[in-house]
């Protein structure tokens, strides 16, 4: 069978879906724990678990067995006006797992509508608290929290903020710890310090009655390659 007989479209014909590349990619026939395998036989090594969302491998039996078995129940059902079990479970399962009084959970679709969904949850507490004044929300620099609006604004990347800086509200920025780049005599303990510090000046320079919170990368993600910070700048923050 040729791959043109299992996807009509295939790479013989022009794709009609936005890509960040214009080059085309291999396409995909099937996948298995850590491989995957395109339409002309080749396999490929995930080493990156599909962006860090197939983290348990691909096409585990586990996962396609509860995928169907709640497809054949309901496919969909609108929390306004059904409650499931499966996301009730779900919901119990991580709050056991939560720290100290975390016990409510929000589901999204991705990051981006997660990062959304807490600064307007942050924002909504602070109009509970009566503190209107509370707008702002400090990031760091460089740092990538999403590609929606309100997440691009703490977002510190500048060729993905820059052309769309005019459409949205700036949000303050830090540097993020970027130690391994420091050529100076501080202790690791030290540098860290210096950095998380960063964070109360700017707190005081923006004005404390107006910062609505500080959001961070514990791992550093897409923009600084897995940037970890020396332990005492968690402390610290």
């Not at 969302?53 to 096409?59: A, D, E, L, M, T």
């Not at 975390?102 to 608290?129: D, T």
């Not at 510190?156 to 005599?185: E, N, S, W």
């Amino acid at each position: 069978m040729t791959h043109n007989d299992k996807n009509p479209v295939g790479h013989n014909r022009e794709s009609r879906l936005f890509y960040q590349s214009r080059s085309r990619r291999p396409l995909i026939d099937r996948a298995k724990g850590v491989y995957m395998w395109d339409v002309d036989g080749k396999r490929h090594i995930d080493a990156s678990s599909g962006a860090m969302v197939s983290n348990i491998g691909h096409s585990d039996p586990r996962v396609i067995a509860a995928m169907n078995a709640q497809l054949e129940k309901a496919s969909f059902a609108y929390r306004l006006h059904f409650e499931n079990d499966a996301a009730e479970t779900l919901a119990w399962r991580l709050s056991e797992r939560a720290p100290g009084d975390l016990e409510r959970v929000f589901f999204v679709s991705g990051g981006s509508e997660a990062v959304e969904s807490c600064i307007k949850l942050a924002r909504q507490y602070a109009l509970a608290k009566g503190q209107s004044q509370r707008t702002k929300v400090i990031s760091r620099f460089p740092s990538y929290h999403g590609a929606t609006l309100g997440a691009l604004a703490l977002t510190g990347y500048t060729p993905m903020h820059a052309p769309f800086a005019p459409m949205m509200v700036d949000q303050p920025k830090i540097p993020a710890p970027t130690c391994y780049l420091d050529r100076d005599d501080l202790s690791d303990h030290d540098r860290g310090i210096k950095y998380a510090n960063m964070l109360e000046a700017e707190i005081i320079k923006q004005g404390p009655e107006t910062v609505l919170g500080f959001i961070m990368e514990p791992v550093g993600g897409a923009a600084t390659g897995a940037l970890v910070a020396p332990d005492s700048y968690y402390g610290r923050i």
